[in-house]
């Protein structure tokens, strides 16, 4: 009352005062939500891409992930995302081990550096020095080559596909040394001639280590590399050994489901060394560290430049100045990218083994390209560039190598305007093999063709730190498709033919009452085993590939020969004994001049031994 005497106006006052108290408040709720907005929202160009590259993949492409990326030497993203196991719902973070893959073999590096500065190896020595002679023999190397070669990828090893990783302990190698005999690659090319990343190379260099050291691989990397640094997550997943919170390993099946690999998605490597490593982005950020110091051996990241777009450290590949590996296991994707210089990285692990994640590093650590400006002096002719290629971390020795060759190559074919049309590039050659974009005056390196000694491409490097070896004719696409028709054709038949000559002769009398001569329907029959061999080769490797094991293979192209060579003196025997009685069968003839066609297409797509 006294206030209404006092102030007249006191209601409308006591109302505008309201409303400006409310409107006060509203403001003050406003920015209280904007700032935490402001704060969430990635300013840093690198965050803005890793954060766009997680929503596209997570919980599509992959169940879980754990990020690293360093700039200046700091992190600004040091996270995990998503599930590392999705029936427990346990969440990923830096401290969630996974697979390594390929990214195990700087390891490797690292522990023949530290042998080297302890005098008991030699990096430049032919291993052959280190090595048993027994075990030489068993690698039948083409050439001598040293650790540092090895360690390079310019040993000049091709591809190994079989028998790389285990989803059972009972599957595995006794020992490091058996796993390389198993499978030893061929050497597709001299030694320093071209790069090419080897994991089997990888392997081979930690066994030379370990025979000079007399004591398991494990052990070398625990003392010089995992102790040292404190990696205490970090180790190699070996036969008898447990990984504890190893994240679960997926395939994705669509519609952001995925289907849980065998034994959780988690595998043992048969080249371990190289690619069964099992570490953390806690772990991995120790490494990374130790690798910007000063206390790194300025050799563990010295680049051998092989032509003028790609390289190689002894512990990770070169790619525009920056160092890059991607490693994938049978579930389980990891990718890093760093320039020690600038103490910038990327870091990816994902627990599955396809996903778009895995580019990343190399989006976020780009390097500076090269570039070659065009002389026109010395040019090549175009011819010499024309043929199928196939990625070098292939092989050809086996029928699922080959199918994988023919189902993945690509071809370089010379346009009418002298260009080259290669890996979906119109490409101009700037210098002798090097190629660039044929649109534009962009001077950016994208291919180059390396000759060996006789004047012929020995390997093709692209810009993007992939290799491709030229292939036979026979293994391009189309050709292949229609060997591959023609085998398939041919098993068949013979498959039937066999079949339908033994009901016949179970049923059929010669005038005098009695049977043919089982002489006259063995061929058939064991030409009719080897087709069953074969059709069971094709048809497994088509569908599963190297899901299933080399042992498997091994015993049906086993079988096939024995059998194949069973059918061809049997079909020599029948031929012959039917021409002195002249009494030819023709149906012994023609079958037979079709059964060596048919040992043609086996020997063509490896079904058979060499």
Avoid at 122 to 145: G, H, Q, S, W
Avoid at 315 to 336: E, K, M, P
Avoid at 458 to 474: E, H, I, K, N, Q
Avoid at 508 to 516: A, D, Q, S, T, Y
Wanted: net charge negative; aromatic share 10%.
């Amino acid at each position: 009352m006294m206030l209404r005497k006092i102030f007249p106006s006191f209601p409308r006052w006591e109302v505008e005062m309201k409303r400006i108290y409310i409107l006060f408040l509203a403001v003050l709720l406003i920015l209280g939500a904007a700032f935490p907005a402001a704060a969430a929202t990635p300013t840093d160009p690198m965050v803005a891409t890793a954060q766009q590259a997680l929503d596209a993949a997570l919980g599509a492409e992959t169940p879980g992930a754990a990020v690293l990326v360093l700039k200046n030497g700091a992190p600004i993203i040091y996270e995990g995302f998503g599930y590392a196991d999705l029936v427990g719902r346990t969440p990923v973070t830096v401290d969630t081990p996974f697979e390594l893959g390929e990214l195990s073999s700087a390891f490797v590096a690292v522990v023949a550096l530290a042998l080297t500065e302890e005098g008991r190896v030699d990096l430049d020595a032919d291993i052959a020095t280190y090595l048993p002679a027994d075990f030489m023999k068993k690698l039948d190397l083409a050439y001598a080559v040293t650790l540092r070669q090895l360690l390079l990828g310019r040993a000049g090893l091709g591809g190994r596909i079989h028998d790389l990783y285990f989803a059972s302990e009972s599957q595995c190698f006794k020992d490091l040394a058996e796993a390389l005999a198993a499978d030893v690659p061929d050497q597709i090319a001299p030694p320093d001639t071209c790069a090419v990343y080897s994991a089997f190379g990888v392997a081979l260099a930690a066994h030379v280590l370990s025979t000079v050291a007399a004591c398991p691989f494990e052990e070398l990397a625990q003392q010089y590399v995992f102790a040292p640094l404190q990696m205490n997550a970090t180790a190699y997943h070996l036969p008898g050994t447990e990984q504890s919170g190893l994240a679960c390993g997926y395939t994705p099946i669509g519609n952001r489901h995925f289907r849980e690999g065998a034994e959780r998605g988690n595998s043992y490597s048969g080249l371990y060394p190289a690619t069964g490593a099992v570490s953390t982005a806690a772990d991995l950020l120790k490494f990374l560290t130790y690798l910007f110091s000063d206390s790194a051996p300025k050799a563990l990241l010295e680049v051998v430049k092989s032509g003028a777009v790609s390289g190689s450290s002894l512990a990770f590949d070169s790619q525009n100045g920056i160092a890059c590996r991607v490693g994938r296991t049978r579930f389980h994707g990891a990718a890093l990218s760093f320039n020690a210089r600038e103490k910038t990285a990327a870091l990816v692990l994902t627990n599955t083994a396809e996903n778009s994640l895995l580019s990343l590093p190399a989006t976020l650590c780009t390097g500076t390209a090269v570039r070659v400006p065009g002389t026109g002096d010395g040019l090549y002719e175009l011819s010499l560039f024309e043929g199928v290629y196939a990625p070098a971390t292939g092989e050809n020795r086996t029928f699922v190598g080959r199918f994988q060759t023919a189902n993945g190559n690509c071809k370089a074919e010379a346009n009418a305007d002298g260009t080259l049309q290669f890996l979906d590039m119109r490409l101009k050659q700037v210098a002798p093999g090097i190629f660039t974009l044929a649109e534009g005056d962009d001077a950016t390196v994208k291919v180059q063709f390396f000759l060996n000694d006789a004047g012929e491409v020995a390997v093709a490097t692209a810009a993007d730190g992939r290799s491709f070896l030229p292939v036979p004719f026979y293994l391009s696409y189309s050709v292949a498709t229609i060997l591959l028709a023609l085998l398939m054709l041919c098993s068949l038949w013979f498959l039937l033919f066999g079949i339908g000559v033994v009901v016949h002769w179970r049923h059929h009398r010669e005038p005098n009452g009695k049977r043919r001569s089982v002489q006259y329907i063995l061929p058939h029959v064991l030409a009719a085993l080897e087709a069953l061999a074969a059709v069971l080769a094709v048809c497994v490797g088509g569908y599963l590939g190297t899901a299933v094991y080399a042992p498997f293979y091994t015993t049906l192209s086993v079988l096939a020969l024995l059998f194949g060579t069973a059918a061809s003196i049997t079909y020599v025997v029948a031929f012959l004994r039917s021409f002195f009685r002249r009494a030819l069968h023709h149906r012994i003839a023609y079958s037979a001049i079709f059964f060596v066609l048919y040992q043609v297409l086996l020997r063509l797509w490896a079904l058979i031994p060499l």
